[in-house]
């Protein structure tokens, strides 16, 4: 067997009704499709049901999966103690999960247990009324590039068939907080943008869409969904799917959708993962072939470090600017759409622009604290940036600054905090500077000094 249909559902407490206690009126449509769900998991009789989760342990760079023989919980934190679940954890799936992420160096595996999140009980709550008779598997989010995420499901379903499991995909999360005025999180344009966008991807099945969405609409919509969609979705790789959308609401300011996919044999035309990874590695290749000369410097220096071990000497034949003239630099690397390391001066420390580029460079790929140094397996899908910055000045005219056109720097005494311009999601500049008086660690209450400055960047 293999998984057999996988279904996009929220998790607000407030449907589960010793929690919303008459409340749950407001949304009656996400209940009446919850329960119609629940309805076709039981009539499908699953030997398993794999649940990811928002609100499962969330990890930067690992999945996690649950461990324990029995996972637990109750809604004791929403003043409904005396909903209770206990639930059979398919432990053998989950080993079996283990095993082929370790074979694929893939990070993901059983983690300190915990009492079960809302995410998995809500979900739960509507399918233990009308089945009892199946395991659990309860999969964690992880803030790796989404295409990583799609790739645990794919895992998970290798699992699955690996054990001949007759399971179905539960991918709990909800859309946009930010929906309503009234909302607990207020409104934000992108909220409803984002609410759209997805139930046009989810309705439609367009799962590749979801790995090349936009993370600056996703961040600003305040969405916990995403990565389980991704993870549920990475599940289906390869299959044809029947997708059937049930309800949309936005009545209590957040997003909650809920659509089924009946799995219908395999379909070539739907390897997303693959087919993503070869268009990323012709973008790439073109970018490699018509990069600048500064990009280039810092791209060999990275190999030849990551390679070799080896620091590169300063080339003879690269342009007088880049040999003569000295400055600040900023190497950016990202991976699959995500920061991969980040490392500059904003001053120069060496002799020219050159030699600028190759110390920043074997910093970013090495010595970000925010991540493990590059490994030789990643160097084929790099994309690399280089910014060259101008002496900063001070601001004597808060006028002046332009999020899109200046970078700045903030000072107290020994603390400073620096953000290059024109960043994604960085659109005024109440978030520029609050953004770099946090990474300087500089509060609200303390006094400081802004400098600006403007970049050169090289693609």
């Known amino acids: 067997m293999s998984i057999v249909s996988s279904y996009m559902v929220p998790h607000p407490p407030l449907i589960v009704s010793e929690v919303g206690e008459g409340k749950e009126s407001e ?23 794999i649940i990811s989760s928002p609100h499962a342990p969330l990890y930067s760079d690992y999945f996690y999966l649950s461990s324990a023989i029995k996972v637990e919980g109750s809604f004791e934190n929403f003043s409904a103690p005396e909903v209770l679940f206990s639930e059979i954890n398919d432990v ?6 283990e095993e082929l992420a370790k074979i694929e160096n893939f990070p993901a595996g059983r983690g300190k247990e915990t009492p079960l999140d809302h995410g998995v009980m809500v979900p739960l709550y509507f399918i233990r009324k009308y089945c009892r008779d199946f395991k659990v598997v309860v999969v964690g989010l992880s803030f790796l590039p989404l295409i990583d995420n799609y790739k645990m499901g794919m895992i998970i379903s290798k699992a699955v068939d690996a054990l001949d499991r007759r399971a179905v995909f539960v991918a709990s999360g909800d859309l946009s907080h930010k929906l309503q005025d009234y909302g607990p999180y207020g409104f934000v344009k992108e909220g409803p943008m984002y609410d759209e966008k997805i139930m046009n991807i989810m309705k439609n099945a367009s799962f590749d869409k979801l790995i090349s969405f936009d993370s600056v609409l996703m961040d600003k919509a305040s969405e916990c969904g995403h990565r389980s969609f991704l993870i549920m979705a990475g599940a289906l790789d390869g299959k044809k799917v029947l997708p059937k959308m049930f309800s949309h609401q936005d009545v ?15 379909d070539k035309n739907r390897c997303f993962y693959q087919s993503y990874l070869d268009s990323l590695k012709k973008k790439i290749k ?49 991976k699959f759409g ?39 397996d990643e160097l084929e899908w790099l994309e690399i940036n280089v910014d060259v910055l101008s002496e900063p000045k001070p601001v004597t005219n808060m006028d002046i600054l332009n999020p899109k056109k200046y970078g700045i720097i903030v000072r107290n005494e020994d ?15 109440e978030e520029q500077l609050r953004i770099a008086k946090k990474k300087a660690g500089i509060l609200d209450s303390d006094e400081y000094e802004i400098e600006y400055f403007e970049v050169t960047r090289y693609n």
């Open 286 to 334: 073109k970018e490699e072939k018509d990069s600048s000369i500064y990009v280039q410097l810092a791209r060999n220096t990275i190999v030849e470090y990551i390679k070799n071990h080896s620091v590169l000497e300063v080339p003879d034949n690269l342009p007088e600017d880049i040999l003569n003239k000295q400055s600040g630099v900023f190497v950016s690397i990202h």
């Open 338 to 376: 995500s920061l991969r390391g980040c490392i500059g001066t904003f001053l120069p420390t060496t002799d020219n622009i050159a030699s600028e580029i190759i110390r920043n460079a074997i910093s970013a790929a090495t010595n970000d604290y925010r991540f493990p140094p590059i490994v030789v």
């Open 415 to 429: 603390k400073s905090g620096l953000l290059l311009p024109d960043l994604d999601g960085v659109d005024t500049v």
């Open 92 to 97: 053998l799936l989950v080993e079996k999960i």
């Open 27 to 49: 949304v009656l449509e996400t209940i009446h499709s919850y329960e119609k769900i629940a309805q076709d998991i039981a009539n499908i009789k699953p030997d398993t049901i």
């Open 252 to 266: 209590t300011g957040v997003g909650y959708g809920i659509c089924s996919y009946h799995l219908k044999g395999n």
